[in-house]
Each structure stands twice: as structure tokens, then as C-alpha cells.
């Protein structure tokens, strides 16, 4: 079969309109498929964050009862009898505190080293031996994957010099 050369022409020109727009569709379609696969990775690392922002809500909520309970057994020691029910405190306690621990949630005292300001909170100051020492603590701190969920609550010493 024999082309006249303008039509010939005119067919190279449609195939190479046809090649770069294919070309052009090709390059479309991986950038599509480029931006889908971040967006997907986007909406999961949202849901991760949520879900972990919840965790730690509940942990927080939780941490006030260990708190509580902490204050109970510390009462109890205070007086003799109801060795039972101190037995059925402690054990509780001592679930709770697994379950955050298994959870990653980890509980931080204070007494005897150095104040912190970014872990601690000072409740009082009160005359010591050394500057600037947890000598006393209301309040553990608790962390959760490294990031502070609640602060200790202290007594801090300060040397007095005459």
C-alpha cells in the first residue's frame, strides 16, 4: 500500500501526538498513584496518633487511681488491723500497676535525686542539707512511651547558708 508523503506525514505526527500523550497519561497515573499511597499513609498515621491520644487519656485517668490507692495503702500502714482488706488493696494496686507497665506506661520517683523542673512539680520548699533535692514526694510521675503524662508532686530542699 502506498501513501501519498502529506498523509504519511500527518500520521507521524498523529503518532507522536498519540506517544506523548500516552507518555503524559503514564507520568499522570504514577503521580495519582504516588499521592493515593501518601494519603493512605497519611489517614493511617492519623488513626495511629488518635488511637494514642486516647490511650493516654485513659491512662491519665487511670494514673488518679493508682494515686489513690497509693494514699490508701500508705493510711492503712498507719493502723493495725484489717490485714485482709490491706492484702485485697495491695493486690489491686499491684494489678494496676502491671497493666500500665504492660502498656507502657511507666511511674517515676523522685525521693532523693535531684528536682527536675521538667518532671517535677514543686509543691514546697522546705531548709535541708542539700540544694535543690526531692525530699519529699506527694506524687509519683508517670510517663507513657517517653512523653510526660503527669508530673511528680514534691517537697524540694534548699540549703539555707547563715
Known amino acids: 500500500m502506498i501513501t501519498h508523503p502529506l498523509i504519511q506525514k500527518k500520521l507521524i505526527r498523529k503518532v507522536k501526538k ?31 496518633e488518635a488511637k494514642e491520644n486516647e490511650r493516654e487519656k485513659l491512662f491519665k485517668e487511670i494514673i488518679i487511681i493508682v494515686d489513690n490507692f497509693e494514699r490508701a495503702l500508705e493510711y492503712m500502714n498507719k493502723f493495725s488491723g484489717g490485714e485482709e482488706i490491706k492484702k485485697g488493696v495491695e493486690m489491686i494496686y499491684k494489678q494496676l500497676m502491671k497493666f500500665l507497665n504492660d502498656n507502657g506506661v511507666e511511674q517515676i520517683s523522685f525521693k532523693g535525686k535531684l528536682f527536675d523542673p521538667k518532671l517535677c512539680e514543686a509543691l514546697l520548699i522546705k531548709e535541708g542539707e542539700v540544694d535543690n533535692v526531692v525530699i519529699e514526694e506527694f506524687e509519683k510521675a508517670y510517663l507513657y512511651k517517653g512523653k510526660l503524662l503527669k508530673p511528680a508532686k514534691v517537697v524540694v530542699s534548699k540549703k539555707i547558708t547563715s
Open 18 to 48: 498519540l506517544n506523548s500523550d500516552l507518555l503524559t497519561s503514564k507520568e499522570n497515573y504514577i503521580k495519582l498513584l504516588a499521592d493515593y499511597e501518601n494519603y493512605k499513609k497519611d489517614v493511617q498515621r492519623r488513626i495511629n
